[in-house]
């Protein structure tokens, strides 16, 4: 009986387990090699999902540069502007300046520099039959182009409008008008002193020549200011001087201040 018991006992803890093909199979193997298995392929999509990710970026076009943006749109401005140009007629061309030149007057010296510069390239153009060069002015410094300018004391002075004789700006209607028109300085002399709480100079011509210098500087450059200072050229400070003489002949010249 005992034997028996023993024997069963055995049985029970124990089992036998059958196998095919004469395999052993083992334990909880399984289930670890699938999850090891699921785990691989959850990476592999994920890599799969990166390597696609950057394909992508690689196929989008690179951003703009902002730069060449605006120099493209320039251009094309440019271009537009210009073809409307060339389609009008030379009185409408006449009519637009005029009419831009009313309502700006400074825009005049544009159209002067425009016409300089061709004429300077025309001097520079090589003719079959060039004419002998005059012989300079006496009393026309080499510096001059404009051939309105005088000797200065110092180099600094020695500057010239840089027009050719036709356009010099101590010749134009405007330069009499902004620069030497004695109720004109006397209007910019009241609003200046009043600004800086100076009292007004009796010294007439004086008074009017510095205020001519300040009206060209203010007509030409556009404003004054420390650190500021922009040299009259000679022939416009000849014109305003012989508009306001000094009785003695005196001028003290350019000098950097303050206040324009």
Known sequence: MDEE??????????????SSDGERPIRG???RRRTARGRN??????????????RALQGQPEPLNRAEVAAQARAERDRQMQERIDGLSEDQMKFAIMATYREQPS???????????????????????????????????TWCRCSNCREMPSEVEK?????????CHSTLHDFHNVVLDPLVLEVAMR????????PPDQDYNRSHRHTAYRQYVLW?????????????????????????????????????????
């Open 5 to 18: 018991i023993s024997d069963t006992r055995s049985r029970s803890t124990t089992p036998e387990v059958h």
């Open 29 to 31: 193997r399984g289930n």
């Open 41 to 54: 392929r959850a990476r592999g999509g994920r890599g799969r999902g990166r390597r696609g990710h950057n």
């Open 107 to 141: 825009f005049l010296f544009r159209v002067l520099e425009a016409v300089n510069q061709e004429f300077t390239a025309s001097e520079t153009t090589p003719e079959p039959d060039p004419e002998p060069t005059p012989t300079p002015s006496v009393g026309i410094p």
């Open 159 to 167: 500057r010239c409008c840089n027009q050719i004789p036709q356009n």
């Open 191 to 198: 609003y200046r002193n009043d600004m800086i709480a100076q």
């Open 220 to 260: 030409i450059h556009g404003y004054l200011g420390a650190g500021n200072r922009q040299v009259i050229p000679s022939c416009c400070v000849w014109a305003i001087r012989n508009r306001f003489p000094d009785p003695s002949g005196q001028y003290v010249g350019f000098i950097g201040g303050r206040f324009g």
